[in-house]
């Protein structure tokens, strides 16, 4: 008899296919909000809702040259873990004692935001060129850890 699939493993694969909606040409990213094994929110990254998509017009990032984890207010997009929390925020729903699944380790901006919403604890992909996020989740007490992605 088959194995059901894990539960780290089917969150992480569903926040794989949340960052397929990504509409940014650098890196496409999907995050879930998970808690008691119930997704309470989903975020990917793009540019917000009525504006305009890289996509569409293009990266401004690119056309200034600005590398990977490095001045992230010059980019039209919001990260899918600040959407997953604008979304909880919009539908009143907390993140309080939450697990949050990313693909993609969340940058310095993202996790001071996920340290001040309470989740317990952030499971990504991949890494990011961040050791201050790293660092900052040791210091909150906020657990960590790599979980790859499986096909």
């Not at 879930?32 to 009525?50: E, F």
């Not at 401004?60 to 979304?87: D, F, M, T, Y």
């Not at 697990?99 to 317990?120: A, G, R």
Request: aromatic letters at 6%; hydrophobic letters at 35%.
């Amino acid at each position: 008899m088959d194995q059901r699939l894990p539960w780290p493993e089917y969150f992480m694969r569903i926040a794989f296919l949340v960052a397929e909606r990504s509409t940014c040409l650098r890196r496409r990213v999907g995050a879930i909000a998970v808690k008691d094994k119930r997704i309470l929110a989903t975020g990917y990254n793009g540019a917000p809702a009525g504006t305009a998509h890289c996509l569409d017009i293009g990266c401004l990032r690119e056309k200034l040259g600005i590398p990977s984890g490095q001045r992230h207010e010059l980019c039209r997009g919001l990260h899918a873990e600040q959407n997953v929390i604008i979304q909880a925020a919009t539908h009143g729903v907390s993140l309080v004692g939450c697990e949050i699944y990313c693909t993609t380790q969340p940058c310095i901006i993202c996790t001071k935001m996920l340290i001040n919403c309470s989740v317990q604890h952030i499971h990504y992909a991949e890494g990011y060129p961040d050791e201050l996020s790293k660092d900052m989740l040791d210091e909150a007490g906020v657990g960590f850890d790599i979980l790859p992605r499986h096909p």
